[in-house]
Nanobody, 120 residues
Framework: QVQLVESGGGLVQAGGSLRLSCSAS????????MGWYRQSPGKQRELVAA???????NYADSVKGRFTISRDYAKNTVYLQMNSLKPEDTAVYYC??????????????WGQGTQVTVSS
């Protein structure tokens, strides 16, 4: 079993910053891609940013230049630094990881979500 635990969400004014963290634990042999998704009411869940085991990153166009994803490989932790936040960034942010378990089975795991609210 693998668990993803997120932290760092909250309420911030437009133009402010937040840093999200997500730590993976459990029966982990290796992790390939780790990423952040978000979902706001009435909308589909969308990819915000992702980082591979090799350090390659991918960002949604709407957050390029404002958000930075990083990863601590030793701690199985991924971070999302969010700067210049806008009200449209308001959403529940979910951590995602593609994990090879100790049983050599690949599976996709999700965190429980953390609320980010940006006030205007």
């Amino acid at each position: 079993q693998v668990q993803l635990v997120e932290s760092g969400g909250g309420l911030v004014q437009a133009g402010g910053s937040l840093r999200l963290s997500c730590s993976a634990s459990g029966s982990i042999f290796s992790i390939n891609v780790m990423g952040w998704y978000r979902q706001s009411p009435g909308k589909q869940r969308e990819l915000v940013a992702a980082i591979t085991s090799g350090g390659s990153t991918n960002y949604a166009d709407s957050v390029k230049g404002r958000f930075t994803i990083s990863r601590d490989y030793a701690k199985n932790t991924v971070y999302l630094q969010m700067n210049s936040l806008k009200p449209e960034d308001t959403a529940v942010y979910y951590c995602n990881a593609a994990v090879e378990t100790n049983y050599r089975i690949w599976a996709n795991y999700w965190g429980q979500g953390t609320q980010v609210t940006v006030s205007s």
